[in-house]
Structures are given as structure tokens and as C-alpha cells.
């Protein structure tokens, strides 16, 4: 079998201490290099796709990743992909690629919390982790780090220090694949976390600013403050799709419960989380599809 690993940088290339390090130094053959019984397992293709600290990346990275991804999948001599990645915004590539890719072969992320040249290094075992994931031949994407796999659009990073960094949320599997070609333009989509005290000319400043879309993860059951409302109302009315979500991790936000979405023009995002709500609806939006039909496809019952 051959698989195909592509390096994006991350702590799993990074050099120094866990206490003090810079990722995305290593390059993707020195990743391999590190575990000898790569190289027994299968065949390899590699590839440095990026060699970035994941908080650099944006959404113009998922796309080019993803169409790249695409054409290997695609490739008769390929059985699956591996890309190491940073902690830090694992879960919004994984998601991406979730949404983006016809995985109809292994695509298994995986990374690393302490950099390579540490002595207790973990990058080494969880890549190990994620070749024997890859030529399970299962299709779909995942990740694979410190003995869990977790399907891509679940996983969320959930500890700042600890190697068990990583679990799964509520967000549901996606039942709609979204068609974006390489050169599709990608709108400016805000997140705005609500807080006690949030002030509204947030919302005017991003329109301004350009964005098309804005997620509000707001309180509880998706509770619009109402010093928000005329603001929102104004935005939607310029066109901008306005999601309604919670900051609360468990339970989703459900049509017109809490708020009049039917007749405001607001998006409930069900079970999507905020980080996942902001990569459906930016994609969504790139992809020239109606958010609220797209939504009404991802975003899974309430609980
Ligand atoms: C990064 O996300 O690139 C740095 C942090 C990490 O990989 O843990």
C-alpha cells in the first residue's frame, strides 16, 4: 500500500522545549525519519504542503489543501492521506475538509503537543497512530492522536497543556457535501461571542469591514440581547446571512425557540458548535449555495 503524508508544520515539526518552542520547523521527511517502521508499513509520497504555526492558517489554506487532498484521493496509486497539523485549529481544517472533500479513502489528521525535539516528543507515536488508521482503508476523514480516533467534524481541541487534548462535540456528521473550486472567492464571515455588555457597533464594524456572513454564538439557548437586534436587523437587511448559536457547548439552538428566525431572516445552527457554524457558513457562501438550505442540511436536530 502507499499512502500519502502531507506536512502543514504544527508543534509535531516544531524544535525547542514543550515549554518553549517554534513549530513548523521540521520538514515532512524528517517527520518520517523519526519512526523507522514507517517505512516498513508501506510505501510513501510526500508532500510540504505549508510549514505554518496552524493559528497562521486561513480559510484560503483549507481550499488549497483540500484540492490537493482531492487530487491524491483520486490518484489510483494513493490508499490514503495523512497530514500532521498544528493543535491549535485542528478542528476547523478537519471540519473544511469534512465539508469539502469526497473521501472515499482514509484521511487521517493528526499532531503533536510537544515539539519534536522534546524528550517525551508525542508526535512520533501519534503519527505511527495515524499510518495504522490510514491502512484500516476506512474512507472518511478523522483524526488520529494519543490512541483516539475522532471523525473530522467532531473533533475539538479541549486542553491547553495536557497530550489528551482532543475530543468529540455534538456537531452531527455532515449529511451534504460542499462543491468549491479552487478558485472560488471566500467571503469574510465573523464570529461574534457574546457577552454581558457586548456592544451592538460590533455588528456594524464587520459589515463595514465586509462581512457577508456573521455567526452570533450567543448566550444560552441562542438568546439575542436585545441592544443587538436593530443592528442584526440592519445587517441582514444589506444582505449579510446572520447564524444564531450558542456559546453553550451541549443542547443546540432550534428554529424560531428564543427568537423569531422565520421572520427576522435569522439561521438557526442546531447542533453546529460556533467555530463549526462559521465553516459552513463561509463555505457555503464561497460555494454560491443558500446558507439556510445548507444549514438546514448540516446542522442536525436540537437536543
Ligand atoms: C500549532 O497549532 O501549529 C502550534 C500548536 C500545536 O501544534 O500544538
Known amino acids: 500500500m502507499k499512502l500519502a503524508l502531507l506536512a502543514t508544520g504544527g508543534t509535531i515539526a516544531g524544535v525547542g522545549t514543550a515549554a518553549r518552542y517554534t513549530a513548523a520547523r521540521l520538514g515532512v521527511e524528517s517527520l518520517l525519519d523519526a519512526v523507522p517502521q514507517l517505512t516498513e508499513l508501506c510505501a510513501w509520497h510526500t508532500e510540504q504542503v505549508f510549514a505554518l504555526d496552524s493559528r497562521d492558517l486561513t480559510p484560503a489554506h483549507w481550499v488549497q489543501l483540500a484540492t490537493r487532498c482531492q487530487v491524491l484521493l483520486d490518484t489510483s496509486g494513493i490508499d490514503g492521506i495523512i497530514i500532521t497539523h498544528g ?48 491502512l484500516t482503508a476506512l474512507p ?90 436593530p443592528a442584526l436587523r440592519s445587517a441582514h437587511e444589506a444582505g449579510v446571512a446572520v447564524v444564531r448559536c450558542s456559546r453553550v457547548p451541549h443542547g443546540g439552538v432550534s428554529r424560531d425557540r428564543n427568537a423569531d428566525d422565520s421572520a427576522e431572516g435569522w439561521i438557526p445552527a442546531g447542533r453546529l458548535p460556533p467555530l463549526k457554524a462559521r465553516i459552513a457558513l463561509l463555505l457555503a457562501l464561497a460555494a454560491g449555495l443558500d446558507p439556510a438550505g445548507t444549514f438546514a442540511r448540516l446542522s442536525g436536530d436540537p437536543i
Open 87 to 134: 493543535t491549535d485549529t485542528l478542528e476547523e481544517t478537519a471540519y473544511a475538509l469534512s465539508l469539502l472533500l469526497k473521501a472515499h479513502k482514509p484521511v487521517v489528521l493528526t499532531a503533536a503537543m510537544r515539539p519534536a525535539t522534546d524528550p517525551q516528543a508525542d508526535g512520533p507515536a501519534n503519527l505511527l497512530q495515524a499510518t495504522h488508521e490510514s
Open 140 to 229: 472518511g476523514v478523522r483524526v488520529a492522536v494519543h490512541g483516539e480516533v475522532i471523525a473530522g467534524e467532531k473533533v475539538c481541541k479541549q486542553h491547553t497543556q495536557t497530550i489528551h487534548a482532543f475530543a468529540a462535540d455534538e456537531t452531527p456528521r455532515p449529511a451534504a457535501h460542499i462543491p468549491l473550486t479552487s478558485d472560488a472567492e471566500l467571503p469574510r464571515v465573523d464570529l461574534i461571542h457574546a457577552f454581558s455588555g457586548l456592544a451592538p457597533d460590533v455588528v456594524a464594524h464587520a459589515v463595514a469591514a465586509g462581512a457577508r456572513g456573521l455567526v452570533i454564538a450567543a448566550a444560552g439557548d441562542g438568546s439575542l440581547p436585545a441592544a443587538l437586534l
